[in-house]
């Protein structure tokens, strides 16, 4: 046997002594016969260095330091997940999907671990980069750490596709945190909060050695990709145990709500028998044709849901409310609390939303307050225990002045929050406006972060955003802990964003009710900020989804002589204030006005270039059939009762081809 055969020996026998250990949890060999043969091939690989494989089973012990983390767009986006918490909400979602797909739908049930989500790309058998979840567009690439997690294949098993991507959980078992913590004790160093915390914080260490260290593990759910060769999610979760994944056996095949119901109450109980964090349960509908027809909404896909067990509770007392100022002027108020132990992580602070809120609860500084971490990140009050009542107890006065520029506050009709009208003398406005405008789904300012912006404006630097684009090395230079390299970064980071495209622009400028999804629609039909600026609440109302509240909010924004004002400087400045000609040139108005459905199998182009080019044409894509829908573009396998109702309503039906041809 040659050196060479050797080497492909060692790391073929050791890849599948690894999968038996962390994926199939049933050695085949002892530790010490590992260890030997894993040193075997470290000594081999080291005389021999032009036999060199970047997916070695010897570079799992890590050593390399990755000192920045490159930055890296998703080629699938990772949406969040619409959460639920009772069989009403579950219902109301079947109803919802029964309206746009046909015949009976099944759906897969799978455990929520609560983990760090990455994202894995795989090409001919190799694993190619691993990347966080960011903000779902783009996120972090960790490979070089994620490659010293053992459950995570470097190579492929049995048939596998050419490319594609495979979406999970980065996880720390209970087991292994005990120990870690332990050991953290025993060397008289603070002990970890959480497993979660601790999994998500590993995957940014500089040094891969130290992630060796700890045990994690990598739990699949969703492949991601063209060609397949899978029909529904349980196939996926099938075949991605064949290619040599680790993929949780809890999940299960539901028939119906009913039995989805099942699945949850059975869970409810037995997650505390688990070895991992789990905090619900997440159901899909199974057939990927349904998914496909399906959709996404701006922030999640139609086809799933998470279904959240019920959340934790603690009774704490409540020290102090505080005021906070957003960036709109929006007022929230925050409890301060006495630190309590919940959901693995010590709360100090838990949002009181507004003033109807406290006096719904009644709550009052000195009450013992019923604290919970449900959907939302931060913590919420969610009742008083009365019996607990200091007797010289006070009702709460919403305060009516700004707590930071003292301006009095105004609230308007039908608004559940206070806000301070004073947009352009309250700093935390200020910054927080400039913050939005530097973040990563609007202008994407690489080397400027939210301290930065605040020591920028504290100093007297900037006062809104256009001003960033005055600044220069010299200015941020002597600003505290900013390095040569560092002012070079924010100075190049600030240029670059000046081909951010209009919509992300327009997003950046932090309209009131104006997000990402509201942005991209009011580019696509005005082109640009000049149509924005002249348009009435008329106009406004006319484009679709664009409601009375948002076309009001529009207008008194620019209506605003200082909006006015920063808007001629940005576009001195070149930034991008339009849509640019290489888009307008791939935009037409051949669909304007029309509503249109897209139902079935297409082959020429995919179910999603068609939606694009819908709506690149004027067009608006609609999920269901009513009286409205101008035609339905039908492909092959289209569901009965979606044809029956476009008949009895004597909505047109077209082909793909006939479609395209209208587009010539």
Known sequence: MTVKEQIQSLRKELREHNYNYYVLDNPTIDDFEFDMKLKQLQELEAQHPELFDPNSPTLRVGGEVTKNFETVVHEHRMYSLDNSYSREDLLDWEKRIKKIVDGPVEFV???????????????????LRAVTRGDGTQGDDVTTNIKTIKSVPLQLKNDFPEKFDIR?????????????????????????RNPRNTASGSLKLQDSAEVAKRPLECLLYSLK???????????????????GFKVP??????????????????????????PYETDGVVIKVNNLLQQEELGYTSKAPRWAMAYKFKAEQVSTRLNEITYQVGRTGAITPVANLEPVELAGTTVKRASLHNADQIEKLDVRVGDEVYVEKGGEIIPKIIAVDLSKRPPNSQPTQYITHCPECQTELVRQEGDAKHYCPNDNGCNPQIIGRIQHFISRKAMDIEGLGGETVALLVNEGLISNYSDLYTLTKDVVLPLERMAEKSADNLIKGIQASKQIPFERVLFALGIRYVGETVAKKLAKHYKSIDAIIAATTEDLVSVDEIGNRIAESVVEFFASESNKTIINKLKNYGIQLEISAEKLANQTDKLKGLSIVVSGVFHTVSRNELKKLIEDNGGKVSSSISSKTNF?????????????????????????????????
């Open 109 to 127: 049930c799978e455990l929520k671990y609560d983990g760090a989500s990455i994202s894995l790309t795989y090409e001919n058998g190799k694993l």
């Open 168 to 192: 999970g959980e980065i996880v720390l078992p209970f087991e292994g945190f005990q120990k870690m913590n332990e050991e953290r004790l025993a060397a008289g160093e603070e002990p970890y």
């Open 225 to 243: 990709g063209t060609n397949l060769g899978i029909t529904s999610q349980f196939d996926s979760l099938e075949k991605a145990r064949r290619m």
């Open 249 to 274: 056996d809890a999940a299960r095949l539901a028939k119906s709500i009913e039995e989805v119901l099942e699945f949850v109450k059975y869970w409810d109980i037995h997650r505390h028998d688990l």
């Open 632 to 664: 339905l573009v039908a492909g092959d396998n289209m569901g009965p009762s979606k044809l029956a109702k476009a008949q009895t309503l004597q909505i047109p039906i077209i082909s793909e081809e006939d479609f395209l041809f209208r587009l010539k």
